[in-house]
Nanobody, 122 residues
Framework: QVQLVESGGGLVQAGDSLRLSCAAS????????MGWFRQAPGKEREFVAA????????YYADSVKGRFTISRDNARNTVYLQMNSLKPEDTAVYFC???????????????WGQGTQVTVSS
C-alpha cells in the first residue's frame, strides 16, 4: 500500500507560480511512475503531467506544456509539480497518483492522494 500526501496548494493571482509536492510513504518509490491530475468543479478529472519510473521521461497535457514542470526526488520519495504563469482556468483540486507506467489515463494508476486545492484569481 502506498500513501500519497499532496501539499503546496493555495490561492494565487494569475501569472503567479506555485510548487506542489506529493510525498509517498513507501521505500519503493522509485518503482512507481507518478502522475498529476486535476479536477475542476463540475468537470472530469484530467491529466496534467507524468514522469516515468525508468528514465524520468516526462509527459504533459497540451494545456500546461511550457508552463508546468514535473520532477521527482527518489531520495525524498517526493514528486513535484512546478506551476508557472498560472491562469484562472488552472483552478482545480490537484491529485498525485502512482502506478506502474507513466500514463495519461487515470485508471492506469493504482494509488491516489487526497488532493490539494489550487485557486487562481484573475
Amino acid at each position: 500500500q502506498v500513501q500519497l500526501v499532496e501539499s503546496g496548494g493555495g490561492l494565487v493571482q494569475a501569472g503567479d507560480s506555485l510548487r506542489l509536492s506529493c510525498a509517498a510513504s513507501t521505500r519503493t518509490f522509485s518503482w512507481y511512475s507518478m502522475g498529476w491530475f486535476r479536477q475542476a468543479p463540475g468537470k472530469e478529472r484530467e491529466f496534467v503531467a507524468a514522469i516515468s519510473r525508468s528514465d524520468g521521461s516526462t509527459y504533459y497535457a497540451d494545456s500546461v506544456k511550457g508552463r508546468f514542470t514535473i520532477s521527482r526526488d527518489n531520495a525524498r520519495n517526493t514528486v513535484y509539480l512546478q506551476m508557472n504563469s498560472l491562469k484562472p482556468e488552472d483552478t482545480a483540486v490537484y491529485f498525485c497518483a502512482a502506478g506502474p507506467v507513466a500514463h495519461t489515463i487515470a485508471g492506469q494508476y493504482d494509488y491516489w492522494g487526497q488532493g490539494t486545492q489550487v485557486t487562481v484569481s484573475s
